[in-house]
């Protein structure tokens, strides 16, 4: 088991790389293939002087020479400068957003995750009844709202007809509606995952073995039943941290929130490619290593899981 348990991590380390590597191929090339130059939009410059700029940042060189040299930087973190925020190099207005960025999508997936599992475990043990009608009423309306559209409702409500919360993220408590706007639909989603796979396992011989024993109803829930049922959402989680991250490009920029999402379409808007590069391959990284830590944590939770 253990030597099929490394290989398997060693293919998922290598689909992972393989797949960092594609994207920053596809965008490095596409990026480089819009005709404008990232100065030809600035107002008073002479081909000369954009000529000097374009040798400064290396976008001089052959495509080829900058993809070698950019591949280099990426695997020691360093994207390059900013040409949109001069003086600044990429991973440095990165790390500043990011603060803001993990604070928000952490706290979004955390909320999701403990929430969605127990309202799903509750709806599984009252199947039919009340209280498993009105959770699946409400879970299926908030799966049918995107992100933006939540956020937008919780401005409007909260911020600006109650005032009960700061539109400012800055302010305190400023980060209360991004967080929400972004956990409540994964958080519906895991629950009717959660409930699905609850009532599989609620239905399995070793429950009624358990329940046969004596044990307590709480212990077979919460010590046999959830740890089964709780591998679904841990498959989910890779999926959900990429929804929850793409998702504060919109939510950061309604609630003016200074982090990657806001900083990555600030950059389209002053056509800063390498912060556009920058911020796409993080995001990727992130990505790609919570689907990494997802799959190896499924095998761990559930090892009848077969690696094949």
């Known amino acids: 088991m253990s030597y099929k348990f490394g290989l398997y991590i060693l293919k998922r380390f290598g689909m992972a790389f393989l797949t960092i590597f594609i994207v920053i191929f596809m965008t490095f090339f596409i990026m480089h293939a819009i005709p404008a130059s990232p100065f030809s939009s600035e107002k008073a410059r002479t081909d000369a002087t954009i000529a000097a700029l374009e040798a400064k940042y290396g976008f001089d060189k052959p495509l080829p020479v900058q993809f070698v040299n950019y591949l280099r930087g990426v695997f020691v973190f360093d994207f390059g400068l900013s040409t949109a925020w001069v003086g600044y190099t990429v991973f440095d207005l990165i790390k500043g957003g990011l603060s803001y960025s993990m604070r928000i999508g952490f706290s979004a997936a955390f909320i999701a995750i403990v929430f969605g599992v127990l309202l799903g475990a509750l709806a599984a043990i009252n199947r039919d009844r009340w209280v498993d009608k009105i959770i699946q009423l409400i879970t299926t309306a908030l799966v049918s709202l995107p992100s933006f559209v939540v956020a937008t409702l919780f401005l409007l409500i909260f911020g600006l007809w109650l005032r009960w919360l700061p ?142």
């Open 167 to 308: 539109t400012i993220s800055t302010n305190p408590g400023g980060l209360v509606m991004p967080v929400a706007a972004l956990a409540l639909y994964p958080m519906a989603y895991i629950t009717r995952l959660e409930r699905s796979s609850m009532l599989d396992v609620l239905g399995q011989d070793f429950i009624r073995t358990a329940h046969a024993k004596g044990l307590s109803k709480f212990k077979v829930l919460f010590k046999h039943a959830l740890k089964c049922a709780v591998s679904p959402v841990i498959t989910y989680a890779g999926p959900m941290m990429a929804y929850i991250l793409t998702g504060s490009m919109v939510v950061e920029n309604i609630f003016s929130v200074p982090g990657l999402g806001r900083l990555f379409v600030n950059s389209m808007l002053r056509t800063d490619y390498m912060m556009i590069m920058g911020v796409t391959i993080f995001l990727t990284l992130m990505i790609v290593v919570m689907n990494f830590l997802s799959d190896v944590l499924y095998k761990i939770m559930d090892p009848r899981i077969d690696l094949e």
